[in-house]
């Protein structure tokens, strides 16, 4: 049974570009229950991006994942994603590191591509394997460094190596708006301080987000259904980037991750499940 006051869009809605399995086999509605899921979900990814490199935004596409089709949960973040990247572009202008922000950009678009690519040849549930493995990798990739099992970043990283994580860097955020790890990579190489290191993750995904945007039109994973619910998350979206940028001066990084580590592994490890069974 429907929420009561949920708000029912089209069944067949009106899409741009190519239809894809991905954003088809559920009817999106507007309800509390969506809501209630959607708004804390996109909350967080503007907190994320607006002050902690965007390392843990990615996890608002895989909560999302858990109701909605994952073309759905795809569509839905991204035009929220490049709000909030314009809402912590003032507060970070020009404090990025260009050369590194650049290296990492000119190997993103081609892993772009390659995301675009798999989008066509998959059925949804790759789509949620995939996303959900990068969920639960990424945590264990962050725990097996703390626990000295792989070794630190080293600051003597050849050039080509930077071109490479940024491939995989526009490929994961392209599948799964899941860029900021594989960045992180890099950029903690390069022994950045903290708001450089934020700034350049923010100047980084304005521009990939730009890039995925194209893409994501032709391959119908817009639609008007995923539109409204923008229109109506925007709010959330603002505010989490407004308390973001505030909170990358006052908050302890690892009592944020260690929030997004559990959301990882709980909503990962159930969409590689949904995906398997």
């Given amino acids: 049974m429907p929420d ?23 009817t999106l509605e507007l309800g509390w229950s969506f809501f209630a899921i959607a708004a804390p979900a996109v909350t967080f990814a503007g907190i994320s991006k607006g002050g902690f490199g965007s390392g843990a935004a ?55 591509m390659l995301g675009a690519w798999l ?19 990424f945590v264990a990739w962050q725990l097996a460094q703390r626990a000295r099992m792989i070794p630190a970043p080293s600051s003597g990283l050849p050039l080509w190596v930077g071109g490479l994580v940024g491939a995989v860097a526009g490929f994961t955020s392209f599948v799964s708006h899941a860029g900021g790890p594989p960045a992180a990579v890099w950029l903690l190489s390069r022994r950045l301080d903290k708001t450089t290191f934020q700034a350049t993750t923010v100047i980084l995904f304005w521009i990939i987000n730009i890039v995925k945007f194209v893409p994501y039109a032709f391959l119908g994973i817009f639609t008007a259904q995923t539109f409204l619910a923008d229109l109506l998350l925007a709010p959330f979206a603002v ?30 490890t159930k969409l590689i499940w949904d995906g398997l069974t």
């Avoid at 035009?79 to 404090?95: A, G, Q, V």
């Fill in 239 to 268: 505010l989490g980037a407004w308390l973001g940028v505030r909170a990358h001066w006052l908050v302890p990084e690892r009592a944020f991750f260690a929030l997004t580590y559990v959301l990882l592994v709980v909503t990962g």
């Fill in 4 to 26: 009561a006051g949920a708000v029912r869009v089209a069944k067949k809605p009106v899409k741009i570009g190519v239809t894809r399995g991905l954003t088809q086999g559920r």
């Fill in 58 to 112: 990615f996890a608002s596409a895989s909560i999302l994942a858990l109701v909605l089709e994952p073309g759905q949960a795809l569509g839905i973040m991204l035009p929220l994603l490049m709000l909030i990247d314009i809402s912590t572009l003032r507060p970070y202008w020009k404090r990025w590191s260009w050369p590194d922000a650049k290296l990492l950009i000119a190997g993103g678009v081609p892993g772009v």
């Fill in 119 to 137: 989008y066509q040849v998959a059925d949804a549930d790759v789509f949620r394997v995939l996303i959900g493995a990068i969920s639960v990798g």
